[in-house]
């Protein structure tokens, strides 16, 4: 398994968007569908539906496979089954066997069934539904398709906006019926900034020289300078260190120390 060292990005935007980035992350928080009910579905909110409570029975484990129905594939799902059934019928949720089965009140037709200890959300049902109206279109994942930059969203106030980022968050805003809030000043800027990137609070020295630093690109330097601290790399390591289950020791029996753990975790910090 290789994990990456996390990559350094310089924080874009400017004093605007660390004043609004909490608002903007909790408005993010609630799910697309249910925010914004007319934006397209994408496959991806679907696909992690179908692989918590589908893909067990109806996925790529040919010798787990039930009724000959593969859901990962669209040609095989939109394909007519030995019963006779189409699961997916693009654009017709109502003569899709999938979503027949998934919102039946039959304890007998019901999808998933009710021993297979899944049973899907209202919510999940309505998100199958409107991607299947919109035609069911599917999509790789998202880390196979290579980024492609977005056009700037249309916002009421450009003026406002000091970088890209602030266009699609004053564009949230403005579908939130919400307006920015003032500027915050310098010593909540270094605060905010430092406990975003290294986990810590900024010293005294350190904010008094930001709050003096003159320059244009004052805040670009304060992002540069907390980027190369070490603590940077300690703070965003220890995500990654969790998904790869690293431990200093064994955690077994007397917890001896593993000799040559602490490599994998410094070239992760590095």
Known sequence: MSIAPPNRRRAAGGAKLL???????????????????????????VRSVFAK?????????????QAGLRLDVREVAT??????????????????????????????????????GHDLKPE????IERWLKQGAAYEPHWSLVA??????????????????LDYFILARLDRAGLSPGREADRYALARR?????????????????????????????LVDRFLADPAY?????????DLARYADSRGYGSDPLRPNAWRFRDWVID
């Open 147 to 164: 980024p492609v930059r977005p056009k700037l969203p249309t916002v009421k106030d450009p003026s406002w906006a000091t970088g890209p």
């Open 124 to 127: 999940q049902i309505q998100l």
């Open 193 to 221: 900034l430092s406990l975003d990137l290294r986990g810590l609070p900024p010293s005294p020295e350190e904010v008094e020289a930001f709050v003096h630093d003159e320059r244009p690109d004052a805040y670009e330097r």
């Open 53 to 65: 409570n589908c893909f067990a029975c109806h996925g790529p484990d040919s010798d787990a496979r």
């Open 233 to 241: 790399g300690e703070r965003w390591a220890r995500m990654w260190l």
């Open 19 to 45: 004043s609004l980035v909490c608002a903007f992350l909790c408005l993010a928080a609630f799910p697309a569908w249910a925010a914004e009910p007319d934006d397209k579905v994408p496959f991806t909110q």
């Open 79 to 116: 394909s007519k089954l030995e019963s006779g059934a189409i699961p997916i019928v693009p654009g017709n949720p109502a003569a899709s066997e999938l979503f027949r089965r998934i919102s039946s009140t039959d304890p007998e037709v019901r999808m998933p069934p009710a021993d297979s």
